[in-house]
């Protein structure tokens, strides 16, 4: 009597904590990497656009590869496909609480030209304030500091939707050394979108 077939092996588990393209780490933070950036359903080009971003250097949190496409969700909770080329590694960070910046590929949604309008207002980021008190009563602002400290003079006040870079987030501090166009100095890790919990990120 012939021997029963030996059944497959079953397969080796699949690591989600890597790239299966590139290697590198997942869930890792990204950019865009230009002012126009389409969002698909799925990572191909046959997949409809569901989104228009209009932020060069918004944040984007990676969190699956397949072949040069990359599963990306944004601060909102958006989530879809882009083109691996559109992203780009530099660290950048947004402060959360403004409505979506892209468009909505839905009739009747904002053209492009409106939004592009809004994604790079500058309004958002305040200057110098006379005091602590001023600046308290700008809604959803958040305060840059010149010192890892809540006591530190106010070097500027970012609104809901600026976007700055990341330059230094040390092991076990609350705090992180940015720079917002001209300014420069420290936030609460808390304040702002674009890195995981406990990351550090050595300066730059």
Excluded at 51 to 72: A, N, Q, S, T
Excluded at 80 to 94: D, K, P
Excluded at 162 to 186: D, E, F, M
């Amino acid at each position: 009597t012939a021997a029963p077939a030996e059944s497959a092996p079953p397969p080796p588990p699949v690591d989600n904590s890597k790239g299966s393209v590139t290697g590198l780490p997942l869930p890792r933070f990204a950019a865009l990497r230009a002012d126009e950036v389409n969002l698909r359903t799925g990572p191909g080009q046959r997949y409809p656009i569901d989104w228009v971003y209009h932020r060069r250097g918004l944040p984007v949190k990676i969190e699956r590869e397949f072949d040069v496409w990359r599963l990306v969700e944004d601060a909102d909770g958006q989530k879809g496909w882009v083109q691996q080329a559109t992203l780009v590694g530099t660290r950048t960070f947004v402060i959360p609480g403004l409505p979506p910046q892209g468009d909505a590929a839905q009739a009747g949604q904002p053209d492009a030209k409106q939004t592009d309008v809004i994604g790079r207002a500058d309004t958002r980021l305040v200057g110098h304030v006379a005091d602590a008190t001023q600046a308290a009563d700008i809604k959803g602002a958040v305060m840059l500091r010149a010192d890892a400290s809540t006591t530190s003079a106010i070097v500027a006040v970012l609104r809901p939707g600026v976007v700055g870079t990341l330059r230094q987030c040390q092991a076990g501090s609350p705090w992180c050394k940015v720079s917002v166009k001209q300014y420069g100095g420290w936030l609460e890790r808390s304040a702002i979108w674009g890195l995981l919990p406990q990351e550090v990120i050595s300066p730059s």
